[in-house]
């Protein structure tokens, strides 16, 4: 793909009120994004600000801004600061999310802001026709890798990754490494190349791989067992497996945000199980979140599309359910059944 970094150019250069937004239910991707390019920004002398629709995982705090007058707003506490500032940007720049609506409560005030738009994103079917410029390919890992290599293409950068600024280097490095759940999946030949620069870099792997993977509480480790132990189905007809997450259990095991990143991957470890699937009752009990992984040849996106109100990646993609937890099973075996052959290996 050609990155139009000429215009991107121009829009940074000629906006003095940045604001960066993230999606609802922030992964690695999505706070690593915000943050790269806040930190990339700063480095260039402007005073960007960062919001966020709901609270992204403790694990990640490290990546925030280190002025405290900076650090990320998250609209679910501080939604009228949230409106404050997307009213008074004069350039929003959406990064990890394919529709105005993945902002959540923020979608509206993004429409009516007269800000000019800018979008960096690697999901299917982008809006990118509501954007001044959208950068949008499905052809890299995640959102830091495409922001990588348009950093690596602007002028001030000039291919050099030296002159990234560390702790860009390192955002950019932490969304890879979580979409890509430690180069297991959506790995493209240019994920290898941005790893390989970014250590070159400075970038200390092994630190990162600790402060953000390996940094979960006891209780979380003992939901992942009672999870796989004693919720994990297994529909061998579908080669498919589920679980559910009922927010009693959160409850009971200390849940934090973040706590169940990774679950929905444990059943693919199975050698017969290609699909899974992980339904999570949302705290406010209003909708089920769906997440769906599948082994290569099935296309889970078009899953998504077409049962669970939602989308993705052809191997990982999400949405959401409108009915009570108990009645999941039976319409996730239902959907099974009624999905067409030729869409499922499309
Ligand atoms: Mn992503």
């Known amino acids: 793909m050609t990155i139009d970094t000429l215009k991107l150019e121009s829009l940074l250069s000629e906006s003095r009120e940045i604001v960066l937004v993230g999606h609802f239910n922030p992964d690695g991707d999505a706070v690593g994004s915000v943050t790269a390019a806040y930190h990339y920004l700063k480095a260039r002398g402007k005073q960007p600000r960062i919001i966020l629709p709901s609270p992204y995982p403790e694990s990640m705090a490290f990546l925030e801004p280190e002025d405290p007058r900076e650090r990320i707003v998250i609209c679910e506490r501080d939604p009228e600061l949230a409106r404050r500032l997307v009213a008074g940007a004069d350039l929003l720049v959406c990064l990890d999310l394919n529709r105005l609506s993945r902002t959540e409560y923020l979608e509206q005030d993004i429409l009516q802001s007269k800000a000019r738009k800018v979008l960096i994103d690697h999901h299917i079917a982008a809006e990118t026709d509501r954007f001044d410029l959208a950068v949008s390919t499905i052809d890299v890992s995640s959102t830091c890798e495409l922001l990588f290599w348009t950093l690596m293409a602007m002028p001030d950068i000039a291919g050099d990754p030296d002159r990234i600024p560390l702790r860009c280097a390192e955002s950019l490095y932490v969304g890879m490494m979580t979409d890509t759940n430690n180069f297991s999946n959506s790995v493209f030949p240019g994920t290898f190349e ?60 200390h849940f934090l945000p973040g706590d169940s990143e990774g679950f929905v991957n444990l059943p693919l470890a199975i050698r017969d199980v290609r699909i899974s699937a992980l339904f999570t009752e949302n705290f406010d009990g209003k909708y089920i979140r769906v997440s769906l992984r599948s082994k290569n040849e099935i296309n889970v996106n078009r899953f998504a599309i077409r049962f669970f109100n939602g989308g993705g990646h052809r191997n990982a993609a999400g949405g959401r359910l409108y009915m009570p937890l108990e009645d999941v099973p039976a319409y996730f075996e239902q959907a099974l059944e009624a999905w067409p052959e030729e869409e499922k290996f499309s």
Not at 204 to 215: D, G, R, T, W
Request: glycine share 4%; with cysteine.
């Open 194 to 253: 941005m790893a390989s620069r970014l250590i070159a870099r400075g970038v200390n792997k092994e630190a990162l791989q600790e402060k953000v993977l390996s940094c979960y509480s006891v209780s979380r480790t003992r939901l992942m067992g009672h999870m796989v132990k004693d919720k994990m189905k297994v529909l061998p007809k579908h080669q498919a497996a589920y679980m559910l997450l009922s927010n009693k259990e959160k409850d009971r095991y």
